[in-house]
C-alpha cells in the first residue's frame, strides 16, 4: 500500500480537530465508495493463536498432574474442606442458581444476538458446543476406563463418578468463547459467573477436581477458537461508509472514494475526495486524502514471525510482538508526526478517529506518485538518489528509526522522494537501530541500481566514516524478509556492497557484529541431543554404571586419551603438509585444539575450514590461497576416507578360513546402498543440488593448482597424507581403545569400518560436533558388530568423552590465546 505524500512546501503541524469546521449532518450518507465487496467470513489468526494456547495450557495441566500430584490433591482437599464450612443453604441454592443459569444465560445472549441479524455468529457457537459435547462424551466414555493410576486418574481425583471432562460446563465454555462476548460486560459477567459455580458446585459434590477443571476450561476454550479459525468468524471490519462516516467527526465532507489496491496482508487504504474548505490546506487535484484503515483483526497477522525476530535478534530497545489497536494507531501518528517535524518528506497526517469497535483511522494528505520498485532503470538518476540519501539523513539526525527502507516506502512524486509505511518505526532509536536503517537502505538501492551507484551516491551526503560504520551490519539476518527473499537472486550483493565501502575507506574493515541471540542450527542441535539422548538414555537405564565402572580398565582409557592427543598433531601435519609456505608446528597444532572448541558452535567440518583458512590468512597467505590449501586439504582427506571406508568394509566381509572371496558383508552393502539412495534422492531437490554444488565450489575452488605445488615438494606431500593416515589411525586407536576398556573387543578391520562410517555421519550432520548423529550411528554400529548394548553404550560415552568434551577447556583456553596473538 502506499500512502499519499505531502509537498515538501507545506509547512507546520497538523491543525487540531477543535479547530475544524463542524461536519454537516448526515455528510457521508450516500458517499459512493467504488470498493470489491468483503468477504463474509474471514479467518482471523488471533483465533489460531489463542487455539494453540489453549491446548498449550491443556498440555500444561496434564504436565502438572503427572509431576505434583500432591500438591494438586492437597488442593482439592483444602478446597472441599473450606467448602464445607458453608451454610448448606447456600451450597443448594448455588447449586440450583447454577443448574439453570449455565445454560439459560448463554441462550439468552444467543436470543439476543437473533434480535440483532447475527445469527451466523450464533449458529459457528452451537457448532462449537455440538463439538465439544461430543468430545467430552469421547473422552469420559473412552479414555476413563483406559487410564487408570495415570494422568487422567489425577484429573479424575474422587473416585469412579468424576469424569477428566464435564459434559456440562466443556460445551458452555466452547459457545461462550465463539460466540463473542467482547465489549459487553454485563453478557461477560453473567455467563462466567453460572459457570463459576457450576464448578464450585463440582468442587463441593466431589464429582469435579480443580485439574479436571482446569482441563475442562481449556477444552472449552480450544474447541471456541479451534472452530473459529476453521469456519471464519462473521467479518468485523467495517465498510468503507463507515469509514466516510467517521471521516466526517474529524471536520472534512467526503463526496467520493476508492479502495486503493493492496497487499492482503496490508492496511487498508482509500483515496477520497472532499470538499475544499477555507480552515484547512489541501492538494488540488482528484483526490484530496488518503485514509489508511486499520482493522482490529489484522494487529495479530504475522505474529508468530515477529516473535520469533525478537527472540532470535538483539535489539537495543525492547519491542512487542502483539501491538492492540490503540497502541498501533498512536505508534503510527506519532512516527508520522515525528518525520514531518525532522523536515524529511512524508505525508502530512491531518487526523486520526476511531470506526467503530473494530477498526481506526489516519486521514494524510494524498500526493499522487510511484514508488521506486516500479520506476524504469533509466528514471532512477544519481540526482534522485541523492534526494532520497538526504531524506533519509534527517530522519538519521532526528533519531528516527524507519525499521521497513523497502522500495515500496520510497515514493517519487516529481522526482523528488519521499517516505511512506511508518507503521513500524521508531523514535528516539538507538546506534544499533539507526545503523540497521542504513544497512537496509543501501541494500535496497544496491539492489536496483548496482552496489556502485548505491555507495557513491550516499559518501557525498552521509560521509565515509557512517558509511563505514555499517560494513559489519551488513548481514541477511539484519534485513526484511521481502529483501533476504530478493538477495537469494544476487547471493554476493552484501559482499560488494562491504568491498564499494571499504574501496573509500580501507582501514574501517571489521568483522560482522553479533546481531542474533542464536542461530536456527542451535535449534537443530537441541533436536539432535535429544533424540541422542532418547537413544542412549534408556540403553543407560539398563546399566549398572557402578558395577561398569568399578570394572572398567582405565589404563586402556589413558591409552585412548593419548590417542586422542595425537589427532592433534596430525591435523596440524596435515594442514602442514598442503600449505606450500611454512609454518609452525607447534601454533598449528594449538590451531586445530582451538577448533575443538570452535566446533561446540558449529558443524564439525564447517568449523576446523574456517577456523584454518583464518589462521593462514593471519599467517600471512593471501585469502585466495588460503581457502585452496584448505580446501586441498579437506579434498584429499575426503578422499582417503572414502577409500579407506571402501577397502575395509570389503575385508570385514572377507572369511579367513577356505575361501578369499572379499565380497563385502551383508550390513555394509545394505549401509552403503541406503546411503547411496538417500543421496541419490536428496540431490534431485533442486535446491539440495544447488547447495550442495556451491558448498563444494567453494571449499574445493583453486584446489587444482595448490595441489600443483604441493606435489613439486615431496615432503611437504608426506607431512599432509601422512597426517591424514595418521589422524583416521589416532581415532580409531581412540574407539578401540574405548571398547576394550570396557571388558569388549572386536576385530581391528570392523571397528575401523565404525570409525569410518559415523565420522563421515558426524561431518554430514547440521550439529556442532556432530553431536547426537556421531553418538547414534556409533552405538547402532558397535551393536551391530556384536557387542553388547551395555559395552556399545559405555565405549561410545567414553569415545566422545575423549575426542569431544575433554578437549574443550584446553581448546578454549587456545582460542583466546591465539586470539591475543591476533594468530586467528
Not at 523536515?343 to 494524510?364: C, H, I
Not at 564499494?500 to 542441535?525: D, G, H, N, Y
Not at 574445493?700 to 607431512?719: C, E, H, I, W, Y
Request: charged fraction near 15%.
Amino acid at each position: 500500500m502506499t500512502q499519499g505524500v505531502t509537498h515538501s512546501t507545506t509547512q507546520g503541524a497538523p491543525e487540531a480537530r477543535s479547530e475544524a469546521p463542524e461536519p454537516k449532518q448526515g455528510a457521508a450518507v450516500g458517499v459512493p465508495v467504488d470498493e470489491p465487496a468483503g468477504p463474509d467470513r474471514i479467518r482471523r489468526p488471533v483465533d489460531a493463536i489463542r487455539f494453540l494456547a489453549s491446548v498449550a495450557g491443556l498440555a500444561a495441566i496434564l504436565l502438572l498432574v503427572s509431576i505434583a500430584k500432591g500438591t494438586t490433591t492437597g488442593l482439592q482437599s483444602d478446597i472441599v474442606g473450606g467448602t464445607t464450612q458453608a451454610p448448606r443453604f447456600l451450597l443448594t441454592m448455588a447449586t440450583l442458581v447454577s443448574s439453570f443459569g449455565v445454560l439459560a444465560v448463554p441462550v439468552a445472549f444467543a436470543i439476543e444476538r437473533l434480535f440483532h441479524k447475527d445469527g451466523v455468529r450464533v449458529a459457528i457457537a452451537l457448532l462449537a458446543a455440538v463439538i465439544a459435547f461430543v468430545l467430552t462424551i469421547v473422552l469420559d466414555d473412552w479414555v476413563v476406563p483406559a487410564a487408570p493410576g495415570g494422568v487422567l486418574d489425577s484429573l479424575i481425583w474422587g473416585g469412579t463418578d468424576t469424569a477428566p471432562v464435564h459434559t456440562d460446563i466443556t460445551p458452555v465454555i466452547a459457545f461462550v468463547t465463539a460466540v463473542g462476548m467482547a465489549g459487553r460486560t454485563r453478557w461477560q459477567a453473567a455467563t462466567w459467573a453460572m459457570i463459576g459455580l457450576a464448578a464450585l458446585t463440582g468442587l463441593t459434590a466431589l464429582y469435579a477436581s480443580v485439574a479436571a477443571l482446569a482441563a475442562t476450561y481449556f477444552l472449552g476454550r480450544a474447541i471456541g477458537h479451534g472452530t473459529l479459525y476453521a469456519v471464519g468468524t462473521p467479518n468485523p471490519r467495517p465498510p468503507g461508509t463507515a469509514v466516510m462516516a467517521a471521516l466526517t467527526r474529524l471536520g472534512f465532507t467526503p463526496l467520493r472514494a476508492r479502495r486503493v489496491p493492496a497487499p492482503a496482508d496490508e492496511p487498508r487504504a482509500y483515496d477520497v475526495a472532499v470538499e475544499q474548505t477555507a480552515g484547512r490546506q489541501l492538494p488540488q487535484g482528484e483526490w484530496q486524502l488518503r485514509v489508511t484503515v486499520l482493522d482490529r483483526d489484522q494487529q495479530t497477522a504475522g505474529l508468530f514471525y515477529r516473535v520469533w525476530r525478537l527472540v532470535r535478534l538483539r535489539a537495543a530497545t525492547p519491542r512487542r510482538a502483539l501491538r492492540s489497536l490503540r497502541r498501533s494507531l498512536e505508534q503510527e501518528s506519532l512516527m508520522a508526526y515525528a518525520v514531518h517535524a525532522a523536515n524529511a518528506r512524508t505525508p502530512r497526517l491531518l487526523g486520526t478517529s476511531e470506526v467503530g469497535t473494530e477498526a481506526a483511522l489516519l486521514a494524510y494528505e494524498h500526493v499522487s506518485g510511484r514508488t521506486l520498485n516500479t520506476l524504469a532503470d533509466d528514471e532512477i538518476t544519481d540526482e534522485l538518489l541523492a534526494d532520497i540519501w538526504r531524506q533519509f539523513q534527517r530522519l538519521q539526525a532526528g533519531r528516527l528509526a524507519h525499521r521497513r527502507l523497502e522500495a515500496e516506502s520510497i515514493q517519487i512524486t516529481d522526482g523528488r522522494a519521499h517516505l511512506v509505511h511508518l507503521r513500524v518505526g521508531e523514535i528516539a532509536a538507538g546506534d544499533l537501530a539507526l545503523r540497521l536503517d542504513l544497512a537496509q537502505l543501501l541494500t535496497t538501492l544496491a539492489l536496483r541500481v548496482g552496489p556502485e551507484r548505491a555507495v557513491a551516491t550516499a559518501s557525498p551526503i552521509l560521509g565515509d566514516s557512517t558509511l563505514a560504520g555499517v560494513v559489519p551490519m551488513l548481514q541477511r539476518v539484519a534485513l526484511t524478509r521481502a529483501t533476504r527473499a530478493a538477495l537469494r537472486h544476487d547471493k554476493d550483493l552484501l559482499t560488494r556492497i562491504r568491498e564499494q565501502i571499504l574501496r573509500l575507506k580501507p582501514e574501517s574493515e571489521a568483522p560482522p557484529i553479533r546481531l542474533e541471540r542464536f542461530r536456527p542450527r542451535t535449534i537443530v542441535s537441541i533436536v539432535a541431543l535429544t533424540f541422542a539422548a532418547y537413544i542412549i538414555v534408556p540403553q543407560l537405564s539398563s546399566v549398572d554404571l557402578g558395577n561398569l565402572l568399578s570394572s572398567a580398565t582405565w589404563w586402556w582409557a589413558a591409552a585412548g586419551l593419548a590417542a586422542a592427543a595425537a589427532t592433534y598433531v596430525a591435523a596440524a601435519w596435515m594442514l602442514i603438509g598442503f600449505v606450500p609456505e611454512p609454518l609452525p608446528l607447534w601454533r598449528t597444532v594449538l590451531v586445530q585444539l582451538a577448533a575443538s572448541f570452535v566446533k561446540l558452535v558449529a558443524p564439525a567440518a564447517v568449523a576446523g575450514v574456517a577456523l584454518n583458512t583464518r589462521y593462514l590468512q593471519r599467517s600471512g597467505v593471501r585469502p585466495g590461497p588460503a581457502v585452496a590449501s584448505v580446501g586441498a586439504s579437506q579434498l584429499m582427506g575426503m578422499a582417503t576416507h572414502i577409500l579407506l571406508l571402501i577397502l575395509f568394509g570389503f575385508i570385514t566381509g572377507s572369511t579367513t578360513n577356505a575361501t578369499k572371496d572379499l565380497a563385502p558383508s551383508r550390513t555394509i552393502v545394505i549401509v552403503l546402498l541406503a546411503l547411496a539412495i538417500i543421496a541419490g534422492i536428496a540431490l534431485t531437490i533442486p535446491k539440495v543440488r544447488r547447495f550442495v554444488t556451491a558448498r563444494l565450489k567453494n571449499m574445493f575452488s583453486g584446489v587444482v593448482p595448490r595441489l600443483v605445488d604441493v606435489l613439486q615438494s615431496p615432503k611437504k606431500m608426506f607431512t599432509g597424507m601422512g597426517g591424514i593416515i595418521l589422524l583416521s589411525a589416532a581415532f580409531v586407536a581412540c574407539l578401540d581403545s574405548s571398547i576394550r576398556a570396557f571388558g569388549g573387543e572386536l576385530p581391528l578391520t570392523t571397528v575401523i569400518v565404525v570409525f569410518l562410517t559415523a565420522n563421515a555421519v558426524g561431518s554430514a550432520a547440521p550439529t556442532p560436533g556432530g553431536l547426537g548423529a556421531v553418538e547414534g550411528a556409533l552405538t547402532l554400529a558397535l551393536t551391530l558388530a556384536g557387542l553388547t548394548a551395555e559395552t556399545a553404550t559405555s565405549a561410545v560415552l567414553l569415545y566422545r568423552l575423549l575426542t569431544l568434551w575433554f578437549p574443550v577447556l584446553p581448546g578454549w583456553a587456545a582460542f583466546a590465546y591465539l586470539q591475543r596473538k591476533e594468530a586467528i
